[in-house]
């Protein structure tokens, strides 16, 4: 492991409740050599079609303990990556590391070296303005979406409620994530909340999560507008797979309107599912999701 980065101890990630699944690993990826990225693979590894579910911030693969049995328990691959500086991945201990490009790179090495094909690209929050900018990088590789309360930023304001968000996360280099996670959705039990602060012993492990507010591209001269931007032609024009949209209503951040805006930029996306009482991490409700979304995708 590089000497400016920490790794989560294992004996925190023991016991957390609902996430049964073994780690996997992966230091050798392109351009992130040394730097070890976690990942759950869940389901037959041959399997015709991968489940790539991707989280955002301050959350891990935790966050898709609801999801994966369902899709996994239906004959698919399910794929699931911490982002560096999230979950059981090390996390480089300079805030300044963190950048869009540094984890889009590494999302894009981690597919390419896990060959992964006939993905249907699940992500929220982050893993949506990440995660939607790639399949016009790979087109081959993708097969389906899923898409959650997320956004594709090109470069305007986020709105008043975001911008709450940031000056608030900005506030708290040491955020207290298991109070955040109850408060945006009051069904966690206090357990659960705990388990989405387990690879956060203290502040010094919390960069990535300082810094991904600071990312979203609210001006134009910043990183990730030009991708996003051509993302959002690319799902306008090119796009002719499957879509699948859930909606947790009651999230004042990325919510009704803001996901009606990401519709109307997806070829063919069908009307949402919308989960009155699902906030922002509306993966929260998994269990509904996932058996909606494999019944639409005919898997």
Known sequence: MPPNALRTPDDRFVGLPGYPFAP???????????????????GPADAAVTFLCLHGQPTWSYLYRRMIPLFAGAGHRVVAPDLLGFGRSDKP????????????????????????????????????????????????RFG?????????????????????????????????????????????????AAAYG????DARYKAGVRRFPELVMTSPDMEGVAEARAAADWWRNDWRGPTFMAVGMADPVLGPQVMAQLRATI?????????PEGGHFVQEQGERIARAALEAFGL
């Open 24 to 42: 996997h690993y992966r230091d050798d990826l392109a351009g992130y050599e040394g730097l070890r990225v976690h990942y759950l693979d869940e």
């Open 93 to 140: 201990v300079d805030d300044a590391v963190y950048s869009f490009g540094f984890h889009r790179g590494m999302l894009m090495a981690f597919i390419a070296a896990l060959d992964l094909r006939n993905i249907v690209l699940v992500c929220q929050d982050w893993g949506g303005i990440l995660g939607l900018t790639i399949p016009p990088t790979m087109p081959d």
């Open 144 to 192: 389906r979406l899923l898409v959650m309360n997320t956004t594709l930023p090109l470069g305007t304001s986020q709105g008043p409620g975001f911008d709450a968000w940031r000056a608030y996360n900005r506030s708290r280099p040491d955020l207290d994530i298991p109070a955040l996670m109850r408060r945006s959705d009051p069904v966690i039990t206090q357990a659960e």
């Open 198 to 201: 387990a690879p956060f012993p």
């Open 267 to 275: 070829h063919g996306c069908p009307p949402p599912l919308e989960i």
